[in-house]
């Protein structure tokens, strides 16, 4: 009896742990068909879930029904609205600011095509990047007295090129910083004549040998183009044991920033030493002086006209005594 108990004990752990075998191994088959099976049953899902919406979308944007072309048309008359809204925002904007560009236009042409102006006003319609290297192209020409070789200028005073060809309409400006073109120049400071070279992208090079003494701020000069400023050197680029050292000019803006320019009415003529020396001389004479009004300046002439109204009042005094 007790042997029987025995054996039907052993059976029944024995059918446990089979039993447990093919529970683990049903749950790892589930597990895998899942992993293999649950990604097409979800896409499938999803796919059903998102039929309706699908059909909906599609029958709004194709359909010729009254409601799907109320909706089409009610979107495209909402962005049409909002386009127009922003146009009427530019456009009532526009206006002043062109109308303050034309009289500025004006005034300044009329100032500039004044037969006594020595300067003629030019706009550019042209520049880097639209143009090869450092060159601008000008909307006058020939038909309004702009001459080759004739010097160009920034804000008046500062060189910038010299015409290098022309048509009735239209002419283009070749920049002093065009690479490779040479100019000669005078620092003042240092107080020298050396050569200036274009270094492109607005900025002219000036070599100088060491043990000359080179500042940021120097004024540059060209004597050769009426003695025109290229500006004031913002780098000193100097290393002692090279033999040479350089300073860097470059326009006080940037190329694509260039709306205007004035050009001289005569071509530049070869000068010879002691012209550019007196030219210097006057630029240098400018660099000190500035232009103060005259109820602001005192200077001798007014002193003496004050003394001699005083003294004239005194006479009438003692006159009248």
């Known amino acids: 009896m007790k042997k029987f108990s025995s054996i039907m004990k052993a059976n029944s752990r024995r059918n446990s742990q089979t039993k447990r075998v093919w529970r683990v191994a049903i749950v790892i088959m589930v597990a895998v068909g899942l992993f293999y099976v649950a990604p097409s049953v979800l896409r499938v899902a999803g796919e059903l879930a998102l039929q309706p919406v699908l059909v909906v979308n599609n029958w709004i944007r194709s359909s010729e029904q009254a409601i799907p072309v109320y909706f089409r048309s009610r979107a495209a008359l909402l962005d049409a609205q909002a386009k127009l809204e922003q146009q009427i925002i530019v456009l009532n904007t526009q206006?002043?600011?062109?109308?303050?560009?034309?009289?500025?236009?004006?005034?300044?042409?009329?100032?500039?095509?004044?037969?006594?102006?020595?300067?003629?006003?030019?706009?550019?319609?042209?520049?880097?990047?639209?143009?090869?290297?450092?060159?601008?192209?000008?909307?006058?020409?020939?038909?309004?007295?702009?001459?080759?070789?004739?010097?160009?200028?920034?804000?008046?005073?500062?060189?910038?090129?010299?015409?290098?060809?022309?048509?009735?309409?239209?002419?283009?400006?070749?920049?002093?910083?065009?690479?490779?073109?040479?100019?000669?120049?005078?620092?003042?400071?240092?107080?020298?004549?050396?050569?200036?070279?274009?270094?492109?992208?607005?900025?002219?090079?000036?070599?100088?040998?060491?043990?000359?003494?080179?500042?940021?701020?120097?004024?540059v000069a060209a004597p050769a183009l009426g003695g025109g400023t290229l500006g004031r050197l913002f780098a000193v680029e100097s290393v002692p044991t090279q033999p040479e050292q350089y300073g860097y000019v470059r326009l006080p803006q940037s190329l694509n920033a260039i709306h205007t320019v004035t050009v001289s009415r005569e071509a530049v003529v070869p000068q010879t030493f002691e012209a550019a020396r007196a030219t210097i001389d006057a630029a240098r004479d400018a660099l000190l002086t500035v232009p103060v009004p005259a109820g602001v300046l005192v200077d001798l002439s007014t002193s003496t006209a004050t003394t001699s109204t005083s003294t004239s009042a005194i006479e009438i005094i003692d006159t009248e005594q």
């Open 95 to 219: 206006p002043d600011y062109v109308a303050y560009l034309e009289a500025e236009n004006r005034l300044l042409r009329n100032s500039f095509t004044a037969s006594t102006s020595p300067h003629i006003l030019a706009g550019v319609v042209a520049q880097p990047p639209r143009t090869p290297h450092d060159t601008l192209v000008l909307d006058v020409g020939s038909r309004a007295g702009i001459q080759l070789d004739a010097t160009v200028y920034l804000h008046e005073s500062i060189v910038i090129g010299t015409i290098i060809s022309t048509t009735p309409t239209q002419s283009v400006v070749r920049l002093l910083s065009t690479p490779a073109v040479a100019t000669t120049v005078y620092i003042f400071g240092p107080d020298i004549y050396t050569t200036a070279t274009g270094y492109g992208g607005g900025v002219v090079r000036i070599g100088v040998p060491q043990g000359i003494q080179l500042r940021e701020g120097d004024v």
